[in-house]
């Protein structure tokens, strides 16, 4: 669970200064704004899904597994081509993302 605590670790950083708003710094905070819609859609497709090991579970984790795979993919795009501190962190929030999806459907 250390995603959700570096992504707003990375939001107080990104908070506390004030660079001036170029492109690529831009496509930086854009970035950092998917992820967290993508660590949110992962919340919302876990805690809110069916019976584990029912074909409506399989049905919801399918919907909520794209979703966030697209915004993650989005995240890693803008997160490459983005500049800002910490940027890393959110490059790697990309991966971690669906990773954790694909994790909690093969512990159900």
């Known amino acids: 669970m250390a995603n ?5 670790w990375v939001w107080v950083e990104r908070l506390k200064q004030r ?3 170029s492109p690529r710094n831009v496509l930086g905070w854009l970035s950092l704004t998917l992820a ?3 660590l949110l859609i992962f919340f919302i497709g876990v805690g809110t899904s069916p ?3 029912t074909p409506a579970f399989d049905r919801w984790f399918t919907l ?3 979703i966030c795979l697209v915004a993650s993919a989005a995240t890693l795009v803008l997160g490459l081509a983005g500049t800002g ?6 490059v790697l929030s990309a991966f971690i993302t669906p990773l954790s999806c694909v994790l909690q459907k093969v512990l159900e």
């Open 19 to 21: 660079p001036a708003m």
């Open 36 to 38: 967290t819609v993508a």
């Open 51 to 53: 019976k584990a090991a």
């Open 64 to 66: 909520w597994f794209r």
């Open 85 to 90: 501190k910490r940027q890393w962190i959110v």
């Open 4 to 8: 959700p605590a570096l992504i707003f």
